[in-house]
């Protein structure tokens, strides 16, 4: 495995191959073990952010920003996801706008609505009805096929940058290769799991692996603009849970917008 990467391909290799019969199980098992999952995952997002961002534990502004986070995601849990989804979505242009002023407070409105979103949008597609995890699995296996594809393509192949200014090591091989592996995988998932909307769901996988990748530049932005190379180190290879589910969050929320319009 050396051309892929050595040691750091098999630490991300084996650290996938646990966490994914977790997350598959937990999902398979529904409420609330799949809701406990998501909740426990929007907090670590939160202090991943937080401390990426602001680079320093305020106790009640977390606290209030946690509890913020907590209540969005309970009311979609209990009452429905589009409102929290939509209040968040405020909340994060806000927090936008707010830190380009220069306040320190929009960073925690950023932590609140990446937490939220992602928790809320996984909520969303869990709880379509009958579909619900078939669309889980093939939103997922589609954004990782993504991921996986992109980072053997750009280490096979290489050549030309993608936004070398904003993340050196992505290539344009690895950019259309991640295209096309999420559209094989995709396609295979929907030939199994939507076998009468298979074209559809063969080409929408292209558009979460674009909005997937979309969602690592963004991140990569991030940490270039705040100099830091992983959002935490909790797994072992990967870096933080942000720098994994970072372009999933994106997609996953795009598959919601879609769905909801639709």
Known sequence: ??????????????????????????????????????????????????????RSIDVRRDAIGVFVLLVLIIYGYFVNVLVPLGVATIIGIAGLIVSYSGFKIGRTFGAVALASLFALSFLFVRSIENDGLYFLIYLAFSVWAADCFAYIFGRLIGGPKLIPSIS???????????????????????????????????????????????????????????????????????????????????????????????
């Open 1 to 54: 495995m050396e051309f892929l990467g050595g040691r750091e391909f098999g630490v991300r290799l084996i650290s996938a191959l646990v966490m994914t019969p977790i997350v598959v199980t937990l999902a398979f098992l529904g409420w609330p073990w799949f809701a406990a999952l998501l909740v426990i995952c929007s907090l670590i997002l939160f202090w991943e952010w937080t401390v990426m961002t602001v």
């Open 168 to 262: 050196p090591n992505k290539t344009w091989a690895g950019f259309f290769g991640g295209l096309a592996g999420s559209i094989a995988m995709g396609t295979g998932f929907a030939y199994f799991l939507f076998p009468d909307n298979v074209l559809l769901y063969s080409g929408f996988a292209g558009v979460l692996a674009l909005s997937a990748q979309i969602g690592d530049l963004v991140e990569s932005a991030v940490k270039r603009r705040f100099n830091v190379k992983d959002a935490s180190n909790i797994i072992p290879g990967h870096g933080g849970l942000l720098d994994r589910v970072d372009g999933l969050t994106l997609a996953t929320f795009v598959f919601v917008g879609f769905y909801a319009i639709g």
